[in-house]
């Protein structure tokens, strides 16, 4: 006598082993070849050298190192403000713009009756407690580090390096010098959500409630300061003077684009559009191996009237080149296009 042979589930239930049988295909199917990228037979779980960038950080540590790193770029941003406004903005006297050359400008012309250093102090605290009221706490908090970092750096540098009168006889290499430091000091604030005060809190405002770049709102809030300097200096009685304003305006210039430029450096990523047949091993990619999100949508081929699907996903440029290597050894067929972009709003990147 033997013992009854017991049925299995899909014995039982022939439907649900079909089932069974079509997840574990699924899944199965969700295992991607990276040999070719890693010189190796087994798959790894993560691609050596990834980085997961640009990805909220969920726990204490990782938002502390997070924020940490953000007051390092605030510090070295600021730093390079401050050698460009001390070794060359002042002892040249170039206006090009912010709250330290409004201040010389207004002392002069209501006859030094108050203070370069009180009309700056004074300006800087108004437009904090606008920022504060427009931004928030966190940008205002940033923006007081960075302004009080500003006066401290000056002051140390004005008595361990004293400077009477310009480091070279080139006022336009002294003016290239003074705008590199501010420009892309001011740029590395800004990425970060902070500036060093003055008018780049203005430039900050026009941004946020007008279609207005960084450069174009910084170049509008500097351009009254450049235009009234040579008035009160009286800038074209002498050559020396006239060059001077003359730089200072083409600076102005200058700063604006240089501004913008080392901003989109900073914030650049790459956008891809992938029209392609192989869709499920292409998600599978960006979402398993560089953690990053896609948007699927149907799409027809106009000429071959094939349906396929197209992808778009945004990525940073290590995530890019990864992309690009897997698509050209899975689907070299496939039509992208990579576009550059340095304003995306959204989860994993800015948040609006």
């Not at 370069?116 to 931004?135: T, V």
């Not at 960075?146 to 140390?156: A, K, Q």
């Not at 902070?194 to 960084?214: P, Q, Y």
Request: aromatic fraction near 8%.
């Amino acid at each position: 006598m033997h013992k009854d042979k017991k049925l299995t589930e899909s014995e039982l239930d022939p439907q649900k082993g079909e089932e069974k049988e079509e997840l574990s295909e699924t899944k199965s199917h969700k295992k991607i070849n990276l040999d070719w990228l890693n010189g190796i037979e087994e798959k790894p779980k993560k691609i050596k050298g990834t980085p997961d960038v640009n990805l909220e950080p969920t726990t204490k540590s990782g938002k502390f190192f997070k924020g940490l790193w953000s007051y390092v770029l605030i510090t070295i941003g600021t730093a390079l403000v401050a050698c460009g406004v001390y070794f060359f903005k002042f002892p040249n006297h170039f206006t090009i713009g912010g709250v330290s050359s409004f201040a010389v400008l207004f002392s002069e012309a209501i006859g030094h009756a108050v203070s370069e250093s009180m009309i700056m102090s004074i300006a800087n605290m108004l437009l904090l407690a606008i920022a504060l009221i427009i931004f928030g706490k966190n940008f205002a908090v940033k923006t007081v580090y960075s302004t009080l970092l500003l006066n401290g750096i000056v002051l140390v540098l004005e008595r361990v390096l004293p400077i009477t009168e310009p480091l070279t006889e080139s006022p336009f290499l002294e003016m290239l010098l003074t705008i590199g430091g501010i420009a892309v000091g001011s740029a590395i604030l800004f990425s970060q959500g902070a500036s060093s005060g003055g008018t780049d809190i203005i430039a900050m405002i026009l941004k946020r409630f007008t279609n207005l770049n960084t450069g174009m709102a910084l170049f509008i809030s500097d351009a009254l300061i450049v235009i009234a300097s040579p008035f009160v200096f009286n800038s074209f009685e002498t050559k020396h003077m006239t060059t001077i304003f003359l730089c200072s305006a083409l600076g102005l210039i200058l700063k604006s684009f240089i501004v913008d430029n080392v901003i989109d450096g900073i914030n650049m990523n790459k956008c891809f559009i992938i029209v392609t047949t192989k869709e499920k091993e292409v998600c599978d990619f960006i979402n398993n191996e560089l953690h990053r999100g896609a948007t699927i949508s149907d799409c027809r081929g106009s000429f071959s009237h094939v349906e396929k699907k197209m992808i778009v996903a945004v990525l940073n440029r290590q995530q890019a080149t990864m992309l690009k290597l897997f698509l050209k050894q899975t689907d070299p067929t496939a039509f992208t296009v990579i576009t550059n972009s340095s304003d995306i709003l959204g989860k994993g990147f800015r948040i609006v």
